[in-house]
């Protein structure tokens, strides 16, 4: 055999750099997963807490120890040639959380060993100081990438995030480039020492950057939403796949498998002409595991795909060990947060529902704070109240409220599941020019098929509004009347703009939450209060012997 022939046969194998590039093709199988939002243990159908009787009929989805288990046999079938990656938001959404903070959060996440995660708006929730520690106790294990977040001003996370990184898969070098929604400086509590840059033009550079290292398979690992997803693989064509989050998106072809809304095809393709970029998304809470095996070519281009995201029914067993030491962390947080608060027989829809329409649990949040300050109000002849308005952005609404099988039983730690984030609700006394404004922010940008949640999108109590869908951002308010405070029988009045009313918000939208800046303004008075969302909706369920609230048109659309 000549010198020829060996160079022919080493050829194929070789991973060169420079202006050479690999010439075999290559199969990945990728596996990810997005916004756990702390859902350790099982879940029930609409992603809340499982209670046991669902557990023991086997009508649970997901939980860390099904994951475990289930990436345990990919990674065994496929050997070499897998990708575990995580887009970001572990943090927040369950009393596990409230509990624990960043320590449970790190203690499974090191065991469910992703090989690359991203940060997640929610991880900054406790600010900096809630988690630095988590990174100082995953990165060693776990790299976490971010592109457009720098960190230079704030020493507590220099040197713990990386722009991109480089992975070895069967002896193939892949560029992974990690992302998040500069929304994060008013959606979260970084605080003022961390600056968020455009996800784009990092992106852009990163590519550049691993391009001349002869990197030629580029993933984009992502917590900006699907809609921004698109828009980066229709802006930076030389990324292969990108893994999204934040947005909770079921990405899946075919019929629906569960209650979920299926928003696009799994993956959803951008095509450029000579070759394609892979969007994907997985939904959220560990319901559903994201798997697809992936082709390269020998330019690094996808050649061939197949795969969809996993329903993590009772049909997957469970990691013995793990799923032991999730029920002895159940069994405490049962202990503490089991106390049934009140009843329903009607199912309370949050979560993703609240973020498009109007939904009963959003009506049912926003009419106890009205009455909780209604009965803290000394009796008045002029008035049945001082404050007869409510409103509340829907992305804190984060889960529904199922008691069929509990009884009809409402426990404090279903409440705080749907309202994790302990606000503060506080009355704002504002204009109504300022009312419209608002009103116009929370469905500017809306979906007008409904299948795009928003978080900014206001539930509401003594308002009623129409929305024209078919009107421009800041235009789309057709109608709204408003309930009378200062009355002895309550009416709905149309909205004046050069009347004062009083409306009770939580904290996180009076401090210009989810964008909401027009509420900081100096012409609106503010009136602070210590009673947190969550406690005022508890004493609610508590006097209210059987909860049924339902939709009754205080949000309409003109689409």
């Not at 869908?469 to 709204?480: C, E, S, Y």
Request: aromatic fraction near 10%; charged fraction near 25%.
């Amino acid at each position: 055999m000549n010198c020829l022939d060996l160079l022919l046969i080493s050829i194929p194998y070789m991973l060169l750099y420079g202006d050479i590039v690999q010439v075999d093709s290559f199969n990945l199988t990728l596996i990810h997963n997005n916004d756990i939002h702390s859902h350790f243990a099982p879940v029930n159908v609409w992603s809340s807490p499982c209670d046991d009787k669902s557990l023991q009929s086997g009508k649970c989805f997901g939980g860390v120890a099904r994951i475990m288990a289930e990436v345990k046999s990919i990674r065994e079938k496929h050997k070499n040639n897998t990708l575990f990656l995580n887009a970001g938001d572990n943090f927040q959404g369950t009393v596990w959380y409230s509990l624990y903070k960043w320590r449970i959060v790190s203690h499974f996440t090191n065991l469910l060993k992703y090989d690359v995660m991203t940060v997640g708006n929610h991880e900054f929730d406790d600010g900096v100081d809630g988690y630095s520690p988590f990174l100082d106790a995953t990165r060693l294990t776990i790299p976490t990438v971010c592109c457009n977040i720098d960190v230079s001003n704030e020493p507590k996370l220099v040197g713990k995030i990386r722009k991109s990184i480089v992975v070895e898969v069967d002896n193939h070098k892949i560029g992974i480039i990690g992302y998040l929604t500069p929304e994060t400086s008013f959606l979260s509590n970084p605080g003022n020492t961390i600056k968020f840059l455009d996800e784009i033009e990092c992106i852009k550079e990163e590519v550049r950057q691993l391009k001349s290292q002869g990197i030629n398979i580029i993933i984009g690992l992502g917590h900006s939403g699907f809609v921004k997803d698109v828009e980066i693989a229709r802006n930076v064509p030389d990324i292969d796949v990108i893994v999204g989050g934040h947005s909770h998106t079921l990405l899946y072809s075919g019929a629906k498998p569960s209650v979920e809304e299926v928003i696009d095809k799994y993956p959803t393709i951008i095509n450029h002409g000579s070759h394609q970029t892979l969007v994907l998304q997985a939904f959220a809470f560990g319901k559903y595991l994201g798997l697809i095996d992936i082709e390269f070519d020998g330019d690094g281009y996808v050649s061939r795909f197949e795969g969809k995201p996993i329903l993590l029914d009772n049909t997957f067993p469970e990691d013995t060990e793990l799923a032991k030491e999730v029920t002895e962390y159940n069994d405490r947080v049962k202990q503490k947060y089991g106390e049934v608060i009140g009843k329903t027989f009607v199912l309370l829809e949050g979560g993703y529902k609240c973020e498009l329409k109007e939904c009963n649990l959003g009506n049912l949040i926003t009419e106890a704070t009205v009455v909780y300050y209604m009965n803290k109000r000394p009796r008045s002849d002029t008035g049945w109240t001082d404050v007869a308005i409510c409103v509340t952005n829907s992305g804190g609404i984060r889960a529904t409220i199922d008691a069929s099988t509990q009884d009809g039983n409402i426990t404090l730690e279903n409440l705080i599941t749907t309202l994790p984030f302990s606000n503060n609700m506080i009355i704002l006394e504002m204009s109504g020019q300022f009312v419209r404004e608002m009103l116009e922010f929370s469905v500017a940008g809306h979906d007008p098929h409904f299948k795009i949640p928003s978080g900014k999108f206001l539930q509401m109590s003594g308002l009623r509004v129409v929305y024209n869908l078919t009107k421009p951002d800041f235009q789309r308010v057709d109608k709204v009347v408003v309930r009378c405070a200062n009355c002895t029988v309550p009416e709905y009045l149309p909205l004046d703009e050069t009347q004062d009313y009083k409306i009770l918000v939580p904290k996180y939208i009076a401090d210009g939450g989810d964008g909401y800046q027009m509420l900081k303004s100096k012409d609106i008075k503010r009136i602070s209060s210590e009673v947190l969302d969550y406690e005022i909706v508890s004493q609610y369920m508590r006097e209210t012997p059987i909860i049924y609230t339902g939709v009754d048109n205080r949000i309409e659309f003109i689409s």
